[in-house]
């Protein structure tokens, strides 16, 4: 099984005609809910791929707690070590989208802020035989780096997405990791200079290498993906497709990639899979729902 460890939240989405100065009510278009939030969105990836999938985190004890559960749970994730935390909402992100498609977002972690040490004992049950630990960064860092403490201990591998975007993180988390898979902004954070193409991207990996990772896979978007692994390093070209709402793409990246390492497949074959899972989630709208399941992911590798 795959285990993945963070954020659950639920996005509340407004459309409006613009966004609203300081003070001023407008009135929006609609407003939807989707379940969200980078560690269920790569549980979902990696249950729609058809692998085992055990989601350890926390929602609050409210109904979004349960909506989000119920969904989860109907794309086949178990959820049974998913808290629901009496002293805290679920976490949410109020998103406005204008006609310009400008936005603004607002996260407010709610109960993925609680997650500590204390949730990492529920993991630990699954270790045994899981075959990797995804992690994120909606949680506080803390409870990444004793997640990532027990999967090193017991031998399973860590993938982390260091998202969202951060100056550092703490020099003993690199020495944890089998492998890091930043985006572009990620990469250029971490590393203090832009990063935009494989030559870049190849400076970046080399540092982070240095930090302690094994193997680093930097995301770039429509470009494609650099890989650098302990023996090798090489650079994949993105699939070219009618991109709509790029939107959980990097999650569903993350779910492809741990899915096909899962099953036995090599590094460069299962970033095919995560760029595959990737480009496909890009031709459609939203976090959840535009994630791709594995027969089309197989018919699209076969195209
Ligand atoms: P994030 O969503 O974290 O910003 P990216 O935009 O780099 O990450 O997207 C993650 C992966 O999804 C990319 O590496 C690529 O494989 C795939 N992808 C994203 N956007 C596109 C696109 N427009 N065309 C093809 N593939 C894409």
């Not at 350890?56 to 409210?62: A, P």
């Not at 429509?222 to 090798?232: K, L, M, R, S, Y």
Request: aromatic share 4%; net charge negative.
């Amino acid at each position: 099984s795959i285990i993945v460890f963070g954020s659950i939240n639920m996005d509340l989405v407004a459309r409006t005609p613009s966004l609203p100065v300081p003070g001023e009510t407008l009135l929006g278009y609609s407003f939807a809910t989707a379940p969200g939030g980078k560690g269920a969105n790569q549980a979902v990836a990696v249950a729609r791929l058809n692998v085992p999938t055990i989601m350890i985190g926390r929602v609050g004890s409210d109904s979004f707690g349960q909506e989000l559960l119920s969904s989860l749970r109907s794309t086949g994730v178990h959820t049974e070590d998913v808290l629901a935390d009496e002293s805290h909402h679920s976490g949410v992100a109020i998103i406005a989208v204008d006609d310009r498609s400008e936005n603004y977002i607002i996260v407010i972690p709610g109960a993925n802020g609680t997650v500590s040490a204390v949730d990492v004992d529920r993991l630990s049950q699954h270790l045994p035989g899981a075959t990797a630990l995804l992690l994120q960064l909606e949680i506080p860092l803390p409870a990444v780096v004793a997640a990532a403490q027990a999967a090193r201990n017991a031998g399973v591998k860590v993938i982390l997405d260091p998202a969202p975007a951060q100056a550092d993180l703490p020099i003993d988390l690199y020495a944890l990791i089998s492998i890091i898979t930043p985006n572009a902004i990620e990469a250029a954070q971490l590393v203090g200079f832009p990063v935009h193409d494989a030559d870049t991207a190849a400076q970046a990996a080399t540092i982070l290498q240095q930090r302690g990772v094994a193997t680093v896979v930097i995301k770039l978007g429509a470009t494609g993906v650099f890989c650098a692994t302990p023996e090798e390093s090489f650079f994949i070209p993105a699939f070219k497709v009618e991109a709509v709402d790029t939107v959980a793409a990097g999650d569903a990246f993350n779910g492809g990639l741990a899915a096909a390492l899962a099953e036995g497949l090599s590094i460069r074959e299962a970033i095919v899979w995560g760029a595959a899972t990737g480009a496909l989630s890009a031709t459609k709208a939203g976090a959840q729902s535009s994630l791709p399941d594995r027969a089309t992911v197989e018919a699209f590798l076969k195209e």
